[in-house]
Nanobody, 120 residues
Framework: QVQLVESGGGSVQAGGSLRLSCAAS????????MGWFRQAPGKEREFVAR????????YYADSVKGRFIISRDNAKNTVSLQMNSLKPEDTAIYYC?????WGSGDYNYWGQGTQVTVSS
């Protein structure tokens, strides 16, 4: 079955960096658009970034543009999210997701999430 497993979360001070990774299995990774979403306490889940299947176009939420970078390695079936200049408002559970579409609609598969906590 399809599995998406996130890693790399943790606690960091404002201004710091973290790198999240998502390892995918059970699917033909290269044909999927991969996305990162987050959900803060008491808030709805929101889009963070996505990277499409070839040509690997990248899209970002305005709140993270210029600070976060999404990348993928089709040989290793992984997608990563480099998060720089972190702010307390970035605190959330971060989820990896996969879709056979281009990423603007529903996603087929979701990971369990990894906690990111940014302290001021």
């Amino acid at each position: 079955q399809v599995q998406l497993v996130e890693s790399g979360g943790g606690s960091v001070q404002a201004g710091g960096s973290l790198r999240l990774s998502c390892a995918a299995s059970g699917l033909t990774f290269s044909i999927y658009t991969m996305g990162w979403f987050r959900q803060a306490p008491g808030k709805e889940r929101e889009f963070v970034a996505r990277i499409t299947r070839s040509p690997s176009s990248q899209y970002y939420a305005d709140s993270v543009k210029g600070r976060f970078i999404i990348s993928r390695d089709n040989a290793k079936n992984t997608v990563s999210l480099q998060m720089n200049s972190l702010k307390p408002e970035d605190t959330a559970i971060y989820y990896c997701a996969a879709t056979t579409g281009w990423g603007s609609g529903d996603y087929n598969y979701w990971g369990q999430g990894t906690q990111v906590t940014v302290s001021s």
